[in-house]
Each structure stands twice: as structure tokens, then as C-alpha cells.
T-cell receptor, first 112, second 115 residues
Framework: AQSVTQPDIHITVSEGASLELRCNYS??????LFWYVQSPGQGLQLLLK??????LVQGIKGFEAEFKRSQSSFNLRKPSVHWSDAAEYFC??????????FGAGTRLTVKP | GAGVSQSPSNKVTEKGKDVELRCDPI?????LYWYRQSLGQGLEFLIY??????PDKSGLPSDRFSAERTGGSVSTLTIQRTQQEDSAVYLC???WGQGYQETQYFGPGTRLLVL
């Protein structure tokens, strides 16, 4: 079965700085990859997803992610972080079943 | 339109009691998922409903957990004889089509605390 690792439990960045959140997956075939954001008191919201095609995926709120098969990674990036980006971010991977596996999450703190 | 709603938002129960958690998906969504989010861990898939098909129960952790979906809409997750390790946030999500390739829309969750 597929699995996801998010190596960073907590990251702190200054407002305006760039951001990269790491995600590594394990799956034998081409995975379906997702990034979700969970803001305090809010439900999870899809930021972006990758199924096939261009390995650089653009999402909402200025986020992007790049699928690198050779590294089994799907890192999330944003050039300039805003205070409102403070939240928990989850990477998820799906295979050929109904079971979508989520990582443990990375909590992002944004310093003024 | 309205998003996915869940009730109650918080539930405190005593060990050994049964609890029912409710999910109202977005109208017209045929797929419905339940997940469990334990402290410091990612979401754990529990069960998946698609239309009138038999649900995929492969993620249910024990036979104390069950779920049903009436009329292809509202779903209830039931936990019998609750244990302290059942304490978690239970999330429901719905989507238009079949499979998680379709964007899932999540509810705010029910926070369950078993004393």
C-alpha cells in the first residue's frame, strides 16, 4: 500500500520569505498526489493535486508543487509567505483503490 | 451552497458508551468518506461510500466501528463500547464522482473525547 512521509513536523518562516514543505511518498506505480491545508477551526481544503502530465502543478493561494519521480517527492512551495498561510499542511497519496493515505502534517508558523 | 456539515462538533463520552457521529455531505455528491485524525498524526481512512454500491470498509479499525449512509446522502458513523484510544477528530468528506481523483470537500470534523 502507499504511504506518505512529511519529515518536518513544524516549520517557522518569516512573512515574505519563501517556503518549501517536504513530502516523500512510497508507491509502486504512478501515484496520485495531493496537498491539503487545514487552517485553525476550518476543514481541510485542497491546495493542488497531481495525476499526470506537467510535473510542476499550480494550486490555489499562490502555492505550487513539483513531482519528482526519481526522488519520490512532491514538495510544496510558495515564493512569499503571508501571515494567513499559517496552518497545518498535509500531503496525501492515492493508488488504485479508495484508500488515500495522508502524511502526519507539517505545522507552519509565520513570524511577522 | 452549503458545504459538508458534521454534528456534533464536540462530543465527550465515557468509556464503554456508544456514540453516533453525523455527516451531511454536499447535495448531489455521490461519494462520502470518513477519516480519523489522531493527535500528531495524519488522517486515517476509515470507510468510503459511493452511490448505492457496497461501502469500502477496509479502513475500519475494529468491529466496534460501523457506518451507514441513508438514501445516498446523510451518513452516520457509530462507535460502540468506546475506548480512550478512540479519542480523535473524525472528519467526513464528500465528492462528486467515484474515487479520490475527484476533489474531496471536508467538513469541520467532530472532536471526540473518551474519558
Amino acid at each position: 500500500a502507499q504511504s506518505v512521509t512529511q519529515p518536518d513536523i513544524h516549520i517557522t518562516v518569516s512573512e515574505g520569505a519563501s517556503l518549501e514543505l517536504r513530502c516523500n511518498y512510497s508507491y509502486g506505480a504512478t501515484p496520485y498526489l495531493f496537498w491539503y491545508v487545514q487552517s485553525p477551526g476550518q476543514g481541510l481544503q485542497l491546495l493542488l493535486k497531481y495525476f499526470s502530465g506537467d510535473t510542476l502543478v499550480q494550486g490555489i493561494k499562490g502555492f505550487e508543487a513539483e513531482f519528482k519521480r526519481s526522488q519520490s517527492s512532491f514538495n510544496l512551495r510558495k515564493p512569499s509567505v503571508h501571515w494567513s498561510d499559517a496552518a497545518e499542511y498535509f500531503c496525501a497519496v492515492g493508488g488504485n483503490n479508495n484508500d488515500m493515505r495522508f502524511g502526519a502534517g507539517t505545522r507552519l508558523t509565520v513570524k511577522p | 451552497g452549503a458545504g459538508v456539515s458534521q454534528s456534533p462538533s464536540n462530543k465527550v463520552t465515557e468509556k464503554g458508551k456508544d456514540v453516533e457521529l453525523r455527516c451531511d455531505p454536499i447535495s448531489g455528491h455521490t461519494a462520502l468518506y470518513w477519516y480519523r485524525q489522531s493527535l500528531g498524526q495524519g488522517l486515517e481512512f476509515l470507510i468510503y461510500f459511493q452511490g448505492n454500491s457496497a461501502p469500502d470498509k477496509s479502513g475500519l479499525p475494529s468491529d466496534r466501528f460501523s457506518a451507514e449512509r441513508t438514501g445516498g446522502s446523510v451518513s452516520t458513523l457509530t462507535i460502540q463500547r468506546t475506548q480512550q484510544e478512540d479519542s480523535a477528530v473524525y472528519l467526513c468528506a464528500s465528492s462528486w464522482g467515484q474515487g479520490y481523483q475527484e476533489t474531496q470537500y471536508f467538513g469541520p470534523g467532530t472532536r471526540l473525547l473518551v474519558l
